[in-house]
Nanobody
Framework: QVKLVESGGGLVQAGGSLRLSCAASGIIFSINTMGWYRQAPGKQRELVATITSRGSTYYADSVKGRTSISRDNAKNTVSLQMNSLKPDDTAVYYC????????????WGKGTLVTVSS
């Protein structure tokens, strides 16, 4: 059974930092592109950052320069370090795993809430 379990969310003041983590099980972690998405109240889910199995990263413009995604293939974890947080960063953050092959499976965690107060 595939599980992606997020942790590290919470309440933080604007300008502060948070580190989100996602622990994966039930998948061959090393062949997955891992990513973080977020969904703010009343808005669609959007991509925050991804990291491929080879370590290539991508960041949404809205978080570029403030956010860093990393992975530990030995521990089957992916992390998202967020700095200089803004109230607009308030959202539920979801961990995502996509197998790097044609027709690869796509998995989601249940999310962790990040609230940034002004």
């Amino acid at each position: 059974q595939v599980k992606l379990v997020e942790s590290g969310g919470g309440l933080v003041q604007a300008g502060g930092s948070l580190r989100l983590s996602c622990a994966a099980s039930g998948i061959i972690f090393s062949i997955n592109t891992m990513g973080w998405y977020r969904q703010a109240p009343g808005k669609q889910r959007e991509l925050v950052a991804t990291i491929t199995s080879r370590g290539s990263t991508y960041y949404a413009d809205s978080v570029k320069g403030r956010t860093s995604i990393s992975r530990d293939n030995a521990k089957n974890t992916v992390s998202l370090q967020m700095n200089s947080l803004k109230p607009d960063d308030t959202a539920v953050y979801y961990c995502n795993a996509v197998e790097e092959r044609r027709g690869g499976m796509n998995y989601w965690g249940k999310g962790t809430l990040v609230t940034v107060s002004s």
